[in-house]
Structures are given as C-alpha cells and as structure tokens.
C-alpha cells in the first residue's frame, strides 16, 4: 500500500523552527500536488500550504506567509514544510496529502506529526 508518512514534528520554544518531511513512496511521485494541513485540538482542518507536482505553483495560508516555506526532492520521494518564527497558535497535527492538482481533491493522507509550540 502506498503511503505518506510525516515525520520532523516535536516541541519548540516560540520564536523557533522545525522542518516537516513527508515522504511519499509512489512510483509517480513526480505526478503528484503534496499539500501540508493541520488541525488543532477543537477546531477544523486548515490547509497550510501545497506544492504543484512540477514546483511551479505554491499556496500558503495568510497565517502561515513569510514564515514557512514548502519544497520537494522528486528524487527523495519527499516534500519538506520549513516551520520558521513558530507561534503557540501553530500548535496542532500536521498532515500531508497527495492529489492531483492543490486545488482539487486529496487521495492519500498520512497520519501526521504533532508540533507543540511553548510560549
């Protein structure tokens, strides 16, 4: 069965960073829009940001501009999420997704990773 799997969340002080890696091992990784969503305890599920399959379109969240940046290694099978200047309201279950395009419907999902930001 082909999966995702995140992994690089923990606990950071405020002000820190993190980098989440989802690792996607699917022969047509290159094929794929990986987008990066969390969801914090009591509320609904947010769209952070999303990368296209070629790299040529990015989306991020206004909550998320200018502190986080998404990238992807074809090579690697694997999108990274750079987590910079983290805010407790960061705080949450992050999850990555594979689907055709950013815009359209996720197929895959994988478990997600827990960041935990102190202030």
């Known amino acids: 069965e082909v999966q995702l799997v995140e992994s690089g969340g923990g606990l950071v002080q405020a002000g820190g960073s993190l980098r989440l890696s989802c690792a996607y091992s699917t022969f047509r990784f290159a094929n794929y829009a990986i987008g990066w969503f969390r969801q914090a305890s009591g509320k609904e599920r947010e769209r952070v940001s999303c990368?296209?399959?070629?790299?040529?379109?990015?989306y991020y969240a206004d909550s998320v501009k200018g502190r986080f940046t998404i990238s992807r290694d074809n090579a690697k099978k694997t999108v990274y999420l750079q987590m910079n200047g983290l805010k407790p309201e960061d705080t949450a279950g992050y999850l990555c997704?594979?689907?055709?395009?950013?815009?359209?419907?996720?197929?895959?999902w994988g478990q997600g990773t827990q960041v935990t930001v102190s202030s």
């Open positions: 990368i296209s399959a070629s790299g040529g379109y990015i």
């Open positions: 997704a594979a689907g055709s395009n950013c815009l359209g419907a996720y197929n895959n």
